[in-house]
């Protein structure tokens, strides 16, 4: 049973910055495999963060480039986001994903539960 367990939520002022971990257990790295971050907000469909596989190719959101920053431990079994000069609009909950990487773009076959950001100006 694969377990993907997100942490480093919160609310922030706008400017600010938040790191969110994401740990994996029980995940067999498939290759090509990917792993990454996506959030959704009420009524929205959920989008792409950020994402990278196992060849070394990362993906940002446009609205994000700059600003995020996605990296994994030695291990590889623990993925991070640094985010900074967070936004409102950067509020959502974000998902921890992993899957495979097909086509350029990393498809979730697994999620994680969930960790609020809140941004307030």
């Known amino acids: 049973q694969v377990q993907l367990m997100e942490s480093g939520g919160g609310s922030v002022l706008a400017g600010g910055s938040l790191r969110l971990s994401c740990a994996a257990s029980a995940y067999t790295y498939s290759s090509p495999y990917c792993m990454g971050w996506f959030r959704q907000t009420p009524g929205q469909e959920r989008e792409e963060v950020a994402t990278?596989?196992?060849?070394?190719?990362?993906s940002y959101a446009d609205s994000v480039k700059g600003r995020f920053t996605i990296s994994q431990d030695n291990t590889k079994k623990t993925i991070y986001v640094q985010m900074n000069s967070l936004k409102p609009e950067d509020t959502a909950m974000y998902y921890c994903?992993?899957?495979?990487?097909?086509?350029?773009?990393?498809?979730?076959?697994?999620w994680g539960q969930g960790t609020q950001v809140t941004v307030s100006s």
């Open positions: 990278f596989d196992n060849a070394g190719h990362t």
């Open positions: 994903a992993a899957g495979l990487w097909i086509l350029g773009q990393c498809r979730p076959k697994y």
